[in-house]
Structure formats: structure tokens, C-alpha cells
């Protein structure tokens, strides 16, 4: 599995569904101003690539790792 993170004020609402589509679990990590929400999303293996190309081919800016990032990680990257 491979969890891609993607602040959620850059996705349009077509980005955002076109992703719903190709993952098998999405969700939106809130947080306080100043700081912006996260779209969380889990993708398998073998659609990483797929994932990343389209993500790139969007301009989308995104952090992709092997184990779910925790709120506080989020939190870190952050400050």
C-alpha cells in the first residue's frame, strides 16, 4: 500500500473525484487556521505509478510514503 498526502485547497472538485476513483480509501484530515486540511488517500501497489502520473500530468503537489502518516507527522511538516 502507499499513502499519498495532498493539502486539500489544490484540488479542484474534478481532481477530487477523478482520485476518489482510483483509491480504495480517501479522507480529509482537518485542521485549525492557519494551518491547511490534508486529502489523505491509500492507493495499492500496483496503482502507485498510475497514481503518480496522474498527479504529475495535474501539476499536483503531493507527499506519498509506505505507512499512514499520523496527524501529528501532518502537524510537523507543517511547522
Not at 501497489?45 to 503537489?61: A, F, K, Q, R, W
Request: glycine content about 2%.
Amino acid at each position: 500500500m502507499w499513502y499519498f498526502t495532498i493539502k486539500q485547497r489544490e484540488l479542484s472538485n474534478e481532481q477530487h473525484q477523478q482520485l476518489r476513483k482510483r483509491t480504495n480509501f480517501m479522507e480529509i484530515e482537518a485542521f485549525s487556521d492557519p494551518y491547511p486540511n490534508y486529502c489523505l488517500f491509500e492507493v495499492d501497489s500496483e496503482n502507485y505509478l498510475d497514481t503518480m502520473n496522474y498527479l504529475d500530468l495535474e501539476g499536483i503537489v503531493y507527499g506519498a510514503s509506505t505507512h499512514r502518516p499520523q496527524r501529528d507527522e501532518l502537524l510537523d511538516r507543517m511547522q
